[in-house]
Structure formats: C-alpha cells, structure tokens
C-alpha cells in the first residue's frame, strides 16, 4: 500500500517562520549589526567646550578662596616626601596651600584656614609662640608627623592633650574609632597589613577626641580645643605613602567644623588580558570541581559569573585586548585566526553589558626599548618604535574587522611598564587612545609606570588602585582611603588569575567567585553613591575634573562655592555636625554619619547650615 505523506500549510508556515527567525537572529548577533552602534553601543561623552560655564576675570577677581600653609624642613628626606604626598592630596582637593620651608616660616598665620606640619622637629620652628596664638584665636594645626621629643615638645605637649609621654615604640597595627576614612568605622589593620609605624607612646586627656589607635591602645590621630582653635596630632609616620592620602583628606575634614572638598565620583572595573587567546587543555583543579577543560570553565562558568555580579553590584567591565601571546617583536605581525569566535563572543557580550573594549597589546611585550626593563618579567624590549606601532596596528585593524566602526580608546601596558618611546608609538599608531591607565600604588619595582590621575602630554592619566579577587582587611584599607580622598574605586583583575597558583592563593573558583562577590558588595553597600561607568567614560569626567577650579567661602552659617569651567556637573564631600538647613543649585545626599555627596547642577551652590 502505497502512503504519500503531505505537509499542510501550517507545517509550511511553521517552517518559514523559523527560518526567518533563525535569519534575524543572525544578523542581530552579527558583526553587520554592530557597525549600527557608535562605539559598540556606548556613546562619547566629550565636553562640550560651549556649555563649559567660563568665570569673567572680573568675576574671579572677587571671589575667595581657603588658603593653607604647610610647612616642611628641605633638610630631611622624609620631611619632603610626606610633604609631596601631602601637597598632591591637597592639588586633587583643589585647596590653595603656600609651602614654605623652616627657614621661611611667615610671621603671620592669621590668613590660613589650616596650617599642617610635615616634620618632626618642633624645636626648629622659630615662630612657635606664634603658632600657638593662631591656634588660641580659633586656627587650626595638623601635625602630619609624630613629634620629636625634646624641651619644645615638652613645652607644647600639654597644649596637645598629652599628659604623659614615653619613648618612640612601633605600635600594633590601626584601628579606626571614627569614619575618618568614609564608612569605615571600626576598621581594624593588623601590624602586618599596614606600612611600619613610628609613634610615641603617650596618655591623653580626656578632653581629647580620638579618630584612631592601635590594636594595644596607642593613641594614633587625635584632636583637642584650644582656646578658639584646634590641635589635630597624627601620631605616627605612614602619611607619606599614597595608600594613606585617604587619611589625610579624612583628618583635615574632622579638623574643621564644616569641611567640603571636590571629588570624580567613578567606580571603574578593569579586566587585562580580556578578550584574548584563552588557554586549551585541562586544569586539574577545575576539572574536578567543574568537569570542565579551561575553554569551557571560562565560557561556562567564569563568565557568566561575572556577568550576574556585574549586574547585581552595578559594574561596568572595561576589557583590555591581548591578540597573541607570543613574544614576537619583530614584523611581520599575523593574526592567529583559531579563536576569532571567542574575541567575538567575549567582546559582544562586553559590549551588550555596557562595557568597553581597550587595548593591552598585540602581544603581552611591554611598550619599551630599555632591555632592563623587562629584564625581570623575562620579556624582550622592543628594537625600535616602528616595530611597535606595527605590532599595535595588527591588533587594531584586527579589531575594527571584528567590531566595525569601534573607536578603542583605553590602553594598559602589559605588566604596567611602558616608556616615553612606547607612548609615541601608541599615539601614532592608535590616535583614538587617549588614555593609559598603569598602577596608581607603587610595587616598589624600578621600571613599574606610577600614575596620578592627572593630563600627561597627549594623553589623560587614568590609574588603576586595587586589583585580584581577593576580598581582605588591606583590600578595604585601600579602597576607602581612595574613596574618601578621591572619590574613586578603580579595580583590576586578570581571568588566568584562577589558573596560577600564587595569585590564587591555590584557591578554587568557588572561592575566589565568593571573595570577589563579597568585595562587589562591600563597594556596592557602602559606596552606593559611586557612578558606575568604563574608562573612557571615566577619563573625559576626569578631563573636566581637572580643568574645573573651585573657590569656596564660609560665612554666617552659609557654605558657597563657586566653579570655574563647570561642565555641567562637580562632585564634593562635605562633612558637617551641623544640620542641612536649605540649599541652591545643589543636590545633597547623606552617605555616613556627618558626611554628605554634594551634586552641584550649576556653576555656584550654596549650602545653608542650621546649629
């Protein structure tokens, strides 16, 4: 019996809607597709120089401003690199300070909001009585160093607050008995964790108010009235290190009876070595906990990971393209085609999140012809910058193939080493980048490039802060010391972290996913007012962070500020006992206990204070 089977039109309907959806699909997942998207779907945002809000001379004439003075003695070593860490905090605070030498002291203090003390020798000062006077008729002084011991100490110290005074001891670690470093009250460092410590052991009175002491009950910062004005004494020696300016910012802020200071207001996520060639075979350790080789633990598991932390904390990844790694240094440059779908499918997912694609390099060689820079990574110094910039345009030819019409405009140097020779090169090799971002802590290596955030040459200085999955009492040092002097996270992690066993800690992912998730959160809880955003988002507010001065007055219970070259928006911290009374201009949000994120929506704001 012969049956003929037949498709009705609902079958053949069903099929060419499925195909048609199949067809769609493909080209939404298209490079074609992306071509359609300004920079893969991220728009620019460059300062409009003519909504830049310009102050007349004329205007900025009148206008005042806070001055401070510090002081420092040119003769000792460690006098002028606490006084460089100190002026570098107080430039990103956008204060005016005159600093002077011992041997150029003022005889009048009288027009200083703050008057600071970088050195140890109280018994140099010529103008001590003077200094004291300020402080009786409603000044104030930060003495950034402990104090030597010798008969002018004994002369101040009970003016100090000090009753009783013992021999210089090295203390046990820090604990924080204020939110002098914003939402970290009760922080506890180990001896361990933080830089070795010089302090003098001594008694306080009771009418000194304590910010900080040691785990064995050393006084560490304090301060107490005198008269009219105030002393602020930090009881120790670590305010020279950068990892400390944090305190610095924080302590000048509890000082002053109302306090408010500029910051970039920017949480920014790095991820180096992302998209690039992923590693085949097997790890055993993530084989046995996931049944998976390394192609498929990053496509399976890692990643997704990292997408739902992403969304559940507000991140936003800035990935740093390697194409090879391969040490080649030399042309021609080739494009290894065996894992194209992987830069594809990384770098689309990236972009979909709203992240960023940059560049870390067409191999992991650093950018410099100085062989002893590299001598210790084991990697080859290039011969010459035409070699580099043809290296560096494989890679970027390679990745406008993939993702048309995408503008790269982030780079970090691999291993955080890059010389004057390779910054050329990557300026005219790829005129889009037009920032670099390297290590704002120093590693203590010779040729590690140390950044501020701050305009160099042709491009904007971008530096990352913390970096790992590593969720630790240093890590949490670190970043609110950031983010109470600068108003920034800036975080970097690595996705082979997992398979090397010392940056692991021979942790399994499910570990280090669980302390990465805990530092996510520790930054999302406490610093929720932080601006998510990539590092080319990152470096044009910075761009206008930097170009804008600030000139700020206090009177009758009124704060007012001024900005010139306002570009639409400017962050502040403002801490103040007093209550918020009303308000111009300005959004005010409260994010600890007397501290508030001020927003000022035009180019003058005032704050008015009630008792």
Same mark, same amino acid.
């Given at each position: 019996?012969? #049956?003929?089977?037949?498709?009705?039109?609902?079958?053949?309907?069903?099929?060419?809607?499925?195909?048609?959806?199949?067809?769609?699909?493909?080209?939404?997942?298209?490079?074609?597709?992306?071509?359609?998207?300004?920079?893969?779907? #991220?728009?620019?945002?460059?300062?409009?120089?003519?909504?830049?809000?310009?102050?007349?001379?004329?205007?900025?004439?009148?206008?005042?401003?806070?001055?401070?003075?510090?002081?420092?003695? =040119?003769?000792?070593?460690y006098s002028v690199f606490l006084k460089d860490n100190i002026i570098r905090t107080? =430039?990103?605070?956008?204060?005016?300070? =005159?600093?002077?030498?011992?041997?150029?002291?003022?005889?009048?203090?009288?027009?200083?909001?703050?008057?600071?003390? $970088?050195?140890?020798? #109280?018994?140099?000062?010529?103008?001590?009585?003077?200094?004291? /006077?300020?402080?009786?008729?409603?000044?104030?002084?930060?003495?950034?160093?402990?104090?030597?011991?010798?008969?002018?100490?004994?002369?101040?110290?009970?003016?100090?607050?000090?009753?009783?005074?013992?021999?210089?001891?090295?203390?046990?670690?820090?604990?924080?008995?204020?939110?002098?470093?914003? %939402?970290?009250?009760?922080?506890?460092?180990?001896?361990?964790?933080? /830089?070795?410590?010089?302090?003098?052991?001594?008694?306080?009175?009771?009418?000194?108010?304590?910010?900080?002491k040691s785990i064995d009950q050393i006084p560490l910062l304090w301060d107490v009235s005198y008269r009219?004005?105030?002393?602020?004494?930090?009881?120790?020696?670590?305010?020279?290190? %950068?990892?400390?300016?944090?305190?610095?910012?924080? /302590?000048?802020?509890?000082?002053?009876?109302?306090?408010?200071?500029?910051?970039?207001?920017?949480?920014?996520?790095?991820?180096?070595?992302?998209?690039?060639?992923?590693?085949?075979?097997?790890?055993?350790?993530?084989?046995?906990?996931?049944?998976?080789?390394?192609?498929?633990?990053?496509?399976?598991?890692?990643?997704?990971?990292?997408?739902?932390?992403? $969304?559940?904390?507000?991140?936003?990844?800035?990935?740093?393209?390697?194409?090879?790694?391969?040490?080649?240094?030399?042309?021609?440059?080739?494009?290894?085609?065996?894992?194209?779908?992987?830069?594809?499918?990384?770098?689309?997912?990236?972009?979909?999140?709203?992240?960023?694609?940059?560049?870390?390099?067409?191999?992991?060689?650093?950018?410099?012809?100085?062989?002893?820079?590299?001598?210790?990574?084991?990697?080859? $110094?290039?011969?010459?910058?035409?070699?580099?910039?043809?290296?560096?345009?494989?890679?970027?030819?390679?990745?406008?193939?993939?993702?048309?019409?995408?503008?790269?405009?982030?780079?970090?140097?691999?291993?955080?080493?890059?010389?004057?020779?390779?910054? /050329?090169?990557?300026?005219?090799?790829?005129?889009?980048?037009?920032?670099?971002?390297?290590?704002?802590?120093?590693?203590?290596?010779?040729?590690?490039?140390?950044?501020?955030?701050?305009?160099?040459?042709?491009?904007?200085?971008?530096?990352?802060?913390?970096?790992?999955?590593?969720?630790?009492?240093?890590?949490?040092?670190?970043?609110?010391?950031?983010?109470?002097?600068?108003?920034?996270?800036?975080?970097?992690?690595?996705?082979?972290?997992?398979?090397?066993?010392?940056?692991?800690?021979?942790?399994?992912?499910?570990?280090?996913?669980?302390?990465?998730?805990?530092?996510?959160?520790?930054?999302?809880?406490?610093?929720?007012?932080?601006?998510?955003?990539? $590092?080319?988002?990152?470096?044009?507010?910075?761009?206008?962070?930097?170009?804008?001065?600030?000139?700020?007055?206090?009177?009758?219970?009124?704060?007012?500020?001024?900005?010139?070259?306002?570009?639409?928006?400017?962050?502040?911290?403002?801490?103040?006992?007093?209550?918020?009374?009303?308000?111009?201009?300005?959004?005010?949000?409260?994010?600890?206990?007397?501290?508030?994120?001020?927003?000022?929506?035009?180019?003058?704001?005032?704050?008015?204070?009630?008792?």
């Amino acid at each position: 019996m012969n #049956i003929k089977f037949r498709l009705g039109k609902t079958v053949y309907l069903i099929i060419i809607f499925v195909l048609i959806i199949g067809l769609l699909l493909s080209v939404l997942n298209s490079n074609y597709m992306l071509s359609f998207l300004p920079n893969g779907g #991220i728009l620019d945002i460059h300062t409009d120089e003519e909504n830049v809000k310009k102050l007349t001379e004329e205007t900025i004439r009148n206008l005042e401003t806070e001055e401070y003075l510090l002081i420092y003695n =040119d003769k000792n070593s460690y006098s002028v690199f606490l006084k460089d860490n100190i002026i570098r905090t107080l =430039d990103y605070m956008k204060k005016e300070t =005159d600093v002077v030498t011992l041997d150029n002291v003022p005889v009048s203090f009288d027009k200083y909001k703050n008057i600071i003390i $970088a050195f140890e020798e #109280i018994g140099q000062l010529n103008h001590l009585s003077v200094l004291e /006077a300020y402080v009786a008729e409603g000044g104030k002084v930060f003495f950034a160093i402990r104090p030597e011991i010798n008969g002018s100490l004994e002369n101040l110290y009970r003016k100090l607050g000090i009753y009783e005074i013992g021999e210089f001891i090295n203390p046990d670690g820090m604990e924080l008995t204020s939110n002098v470093l914003v %939402k970290s009250d009760h922080l506890v460092m180990k001896k361990e964790e933080i /830089a070795e410590n010089s302090s003098l052991s001594v008694g306080l009175e009771d009418r000194c108010t304590i910010y900080a002491k040691s785990i064995d009950q050393i006084p560490l910062l304090w301060d107490v009235s005198y008269r009219e004005g105030k002393f602020m004494v930090f009881n120790g020696s670590i305010l020279g290190t %950068k990892e400390n300016r944090g305190l610095i910012s924080g /302590a000048l802020s509890m000082l002053n009876e109302t306090y408010i200071y500029p910051v970039m207001n920017m949480k920014i996520t790095y991820i180096d070595d992302f998209p690039a060639p992923v590693p085949e075979g097997r790890n055993e350790q993530i084989y046995d906990e996931y049944q998976r080789d390394i192609p498929s633990f990053y496509r399976d598991i890692w990643w997704p990971d990292m997408l739902k932390m992403a $969304a559940k904390y507000d991140v936003k990844y800035t990935g740093l393209v390697i194409q090879t790694y391969d040490d080649k240094i030399t042309p021609p440059y080739k494009t290894k085609e065996q894992q194209r779908n992987n830069f594809i499918q990384y770098g689309r997912e990236l972009l979909k999140m709203g992240g960023e694609i940059g560049i870390h390099g067409y191999n992991h060689q650093s950018l410099t012809v100085n062989t002893k820079a590299v001598k210790d990574l084991g990697y080859n $110094a290039w011969k010459n910058q035409k070699d580099m910039e043809g290296a560096l345009n494989t890679t970027e030819d390679y990745m406008k193939e993939l993702f048309p019409n995408y503008d790269m405009k982030t780079y970090v140097p691999p291993s955080n080493r890059i010389d004057e020779v390779g910054k /050329a090169a990557l300026h005219n090799a790829i005129p889009s980048i037009n920032t670099i971002s390297s290590l704002y802590l120093t590693d203590d290596i010779e040729y590690t490039t140390v950044q501020e955030f701050e305009k160099a040459g042709v491009f904007l200085h971008l530096p990352r802060i913390t970096s790992g999955y590593h969720y630790t009492n240093k890590m949490e040092w670190i970043i609110a010391n950031g983010v109470t002097s600068l108003g920034v996270f800036s975080h970097f992690i690595h996705p082979d972290d997992v398979l090397d066993e010392q940056r692991s800690s021979n942790k399994k992912w499910s570990e280090l996913g669980k302390e990465y998730d805990q530092l996510l959160h520790h930054t999302y809880t406490n610093y929720p007012w932080l601006q998510s955003m990539v $590092a080319k988002e990152a470096s044009n507010k910075l761009a206008n962070y930097l170009a804008a001065d600030i000139y700020i007055k206090e009177k009758d219970n009124r704060v007012f500020i001024t900005i010139d070259r306002f570009a639409g928006e400017m962050n502040f911290l403002f801490r103040t006992k007093k209550k918020i009374a009303d308000i111009e201009n300005c959004e005010i949000q409260k994010i600890d206990k007397d501290v508030y994120l001020v927003k000022a929506e035009q180019e003058t704001i005032e704050i008015g204070l009630g008792n």
